[in-house]
């Protein structure tokens, strides 16, 4: 009798060729489409930071700004003096000088003045060729008001690339150009409107949008006297 033997062939548990190429297709896709998300994502980052960066100088001369004017001394008496408005054109933008007194001054352990200080805002050439497009916005402080010889003031440069600085003065009724109170029986204006025009440093992004601010001095100091009348707009 003759045995005959029987063979039995199992499938290999691979994988085709065709199902290995779909798979490296969908592969290929997820990655693409996680990296442009990805990719996105990290600009979009970037552009947000950029722009926070930006912002952040306008933000904190604009507090340092308005804390000043809201503390304004009254501009005569025997540690304060006159609120000078000033204004200037040169190549048809404004470079206008407000020099004033406030009490802004932070009193602590370590400086051995009052809060009353002199303060001046004005534009300056800027100090590096890196900043060449418009002028810089100096903050110059003095805190130093009993001296007998002339200090330099503590200068700040707040901003840079400025094509024009624009201070208005509200005195109840019109807003003026300049203001001299040793002209207008020692007072201040009812509301300071400060207009600032930046250089086009970005052509290719566009002209910058001008800054305006304006600050209502609640109180309207005068001379001899301790408190103010209120101003209305």
Same mark, same amino acid.
């Given at each position: 009798?003759?045995?005959?033997?029987?063979?039995?062939?199992?499938?290999?548990?691979?994988?085709?060729?065709?199902?290995?190429?779909?798979?490296?297709?969908?592969? %290929?896709?997820?990655?693409?489409?996680?990296?442009?998300?990805?990719?996105?994502?990290?600009?979009?980052?970037?552009?947000?930071?950029?722009?926070?960066?930006?912002?952040?100088?306008?933000?904190?001369?604009?507090?340092?700004?308005?804390?000043?004017?809201?503390?304004?001394?009254?501009?005569?008496?025997?540690?304060?003096? +006159?609120?000078?408005?000033?204004?200037?054109?040169?190549?048809?933008?404004?470079?206008?000088?407000?020099?004033?007194?406030?009490?802004?001054?932070?009193?602590?352990?370590?400086?051995?003045?009052?809060?009353?200080?002199?303060?001046?805002?004005?534009?300056?050439?800027?100090?590096?060729?890196?900043?060449?497009?418009?002028?810089?916005?100096?903050?110059?402080? %003095?805190?130093?008001?009993?001296?007998?010889?002339?200090?330099?003031?503590?200068? %700040?440069?707040?901003?840079?690339?400025?094509?024009?600085?624009?201070?208005?003065?509200?005195?109840?009724?019109?807003?003026?150009?300049?203001?001299?109170?040793? %002209?207008?029986?020692?007072?201040?204006?009812?509301?300071?409107?400060?207009?600032?025009?930046?250089? #086009?440093?970005? +052509?290719?992004?566009?002209?910058?949008? +001008?800054?305006?601010?304006?600050?209502?001095?609640?109180? #309207?100091?005068?001379?001899?006297?301790? #408190?103010?009348?209120?101003?209305?707009?």
């Amino acid at each position: 009798m003759i045995m005959k033997r029987k063979y039995f062939y199992f499938r290999s548990p691979g994988f085709t060729l065709l199902e290995v190429l779909v798979a490296s297709v969908i592969f %290929t896709t997820l990655i693409g489409s996680l990296y442009f998300l990805f990719h996105g994502s990290v600009k979009l980052r970037e552009k947000s930071f950029e722009a926070m960066e930006k912002e952040l100088p306008k933000s904190y001369f604009i507090t340092i700004l308005k804390r000043d004017l809201v503390n304004m001394a009254a501009p005569a008496g025997v540690l304060a003096g +006159p609120m000078l408005g000033e204004t200037e054109e040169k190549g048809g933008s404004r470079r206008d000088r407000l020099e004033f007194y406030t009490t802004s001054g932070v009193v602590n352990g370590t400086s051995p003045w009052g809060e009353i200080q002199m303060v001046v805002y004005e534009l300056l050439e800027p100090e590096t060729s890196g900043n060449s497009a418009g002028y810089d916005l100096s903050r110059a402080v %003095t805190r130093n008001l009993l001296s007998s010889i002339i200090e330099e003031p503590q200068e %700040t440069r707040m901003l840079h690339g400025i094509q024009s600085l624009a201070f208005y003065y509200y005195d109840g009724e019109q807003w003026l150009d300049s203001w001299d109170s040793t %002209t207008m029986e020692n007072k201040a204006p009812g509301a300071v409107k400060i207009r600032i025009e930046f250089a #086009n440093q970005e +052509p290719l992004r566009g002209d910058i949008q +001008p800054l305006e601010i304006m600050c209502e001095l609640v109180t #309207n100091p005068s001379a001899g006297k301790g #408190n103010a009348n209120e101003t209305g707009m």
